[in-house]
């Protein structure tokens, strides 16, 4: 891991604010770090009794499973300033990434501000200020602070997909969230529903030790591996040379890169029929070939359930013993009073994923999907941080509402998907919030490492160079990075 220096307060922040923020998991702890750099008074709750957000493995509801690593490589997934150790994994094991966590947590000195066991009841307006009541074995208590910070995520209240016939299936259904390990299908039927992250890990694990597993597929998804064809982690070929291409042309560099790919996604009958630009894909080295050798069948989506069998809409149907729900989250925010702002899926439409209009000392950190959810969360938090000290400010009501007009706009280039108003293209997004906080690299400024910066991969050390908050072994680490990709 490269040195780091201590962490500067700005010296250009005019405003001191307490600052509630609402878990405890990977946002809510990249948030309280920005506050404090910035010289605010954050104050993590945390209902459960560890840190850690879905990172954290338990046996009862939510949190990760066994198998689970980072979709990204632990270069592109770290937060800007404090890059992954040398030892861990180029993809990290959920152990690990717990780990950096704690170890971000204790680097940057904020272990002081969660309050952990903690739940958030209630959050409403009192004036200005906003007013928390929290409960813990300390009792119920009602304090105010000055803004607030929602961290706490998209993985709460499990989605089911309700289908006819299921209350009386025999056999046990269970959602994704409930999941811990393969263990569980040893000898069985396994019908795994869903090709998200969670139903693509799910169905390659369970294809070891069940008997039969039947993948049902609502929509085909581009399954990307890990590692190209020469072994560089594949968000290495992610560059700012080619976000700077014409769309056309870079679509058609990728249709070539991937072709062999696409004839793997062919041969299993699972080539979908959009670009990978066009799409967030879901990386995992072994599902593909799990397919083709027989030990994963897909199939279309559920039409129903009749006794033992599950019933497909081709017709086909399959005796199951376990079914399984990868069928994602609704968003659940029950703490926060409807009077402030009535949130919904169907409203849920926030300035850059950011700020509501009518809200703008509250900011939603970690609301967005895709990939890069670190660095992601980061920025927001950065942003946050300097719109609460007076730093930056937010466009008028009116802007902002243009705004997340216009981003919806775009938005529809995404092929429709769950929490499709929250899909984003990390560095795209990454950078257009760089530039709210003036964090964007210059490459100008930076011309010895320019080539790095346009040719190398897209890490988010890269707004560590510039603005306010640098950080002085960015250069260092952003040429270390830059010389794997051509090992």
Known sequence: MANHT???????????????????????????????????????????????????YKKTRGGTFDTVHLQNSKYSAAFSDYPMPADFNEFPHHTEVLKYLDDYIERFQIRDCFKLNTTVEKIRRKGSLWEVTTSSEFGRITQNFDAIAICSGLYHQPKYPNFPGEDSFDGTIIHSCDYKESSIFAGKNVVVVGNGPSGVDIAAAASYPANNVFWSIRKKKWLIPRYDSVGIPIDFTINRLNQLMPKWLLNMIVKAQIYPLALEHQKCNLLPDFSVLESIPVFNECILKRVRLGA???????????????????????????????????????????????????????????????????????FVYGNSIFPCSEIQARWFSKVLTGEVSLPSKEKMRVGIQAYKQKNNNFVE??????????????????????????????????????????????????GPNRWGGAQEWILKVSKLVQI
């Open 6 to 56: 201590d962490f500067l307060i700005s010296s250009n922040s005019t405003r001191r604010c307490r600052v509630a923020i609402i878990g405890g998991g990977a946002s809510g702890i990249t948030t309280a770090k920005c506050l404090r750099e910035d010289n605010h008074e954050p104050v993590v709750f945390e209902s459960s009794d560890q840190i850690g957000g879905v990172w954290v």
């Open 296 to 366: 994963i069948k897909p199939k279309p989506n559920i039409a129903g359930f009749q006794g033992k069998k599950v019933i497909f809409e081709d017709g086909t149907s399959v005796k199951a013993d376990i079914v399984v729900y990868a069928t994602g989250y609704h968003i659940s925010l029950p703490f926060f009073d409807e009077s402030v702002a009535e949130l919904n899926e169907e409203n849920f439409q926030f300035y850059k994923n950011v700020f509501h209009p009518e809200i703008s000392n509250c900011a939603f950190i970690g």
């Open 417 to 466: 998907s769950g929490h499709h108003f929250l899909r984003v293209s990390a560095f795209d997004y990454i950078d257009d919030i760089a530039k709210e906080i003036n964090v964007h690299p210059k490459l100008w400024r930076h011309w010895k490492i320019a080539w790095h910066l346009l040719t190398g991969p897209l890490i988010p050390t890269q707004y560590r160079l510039d």
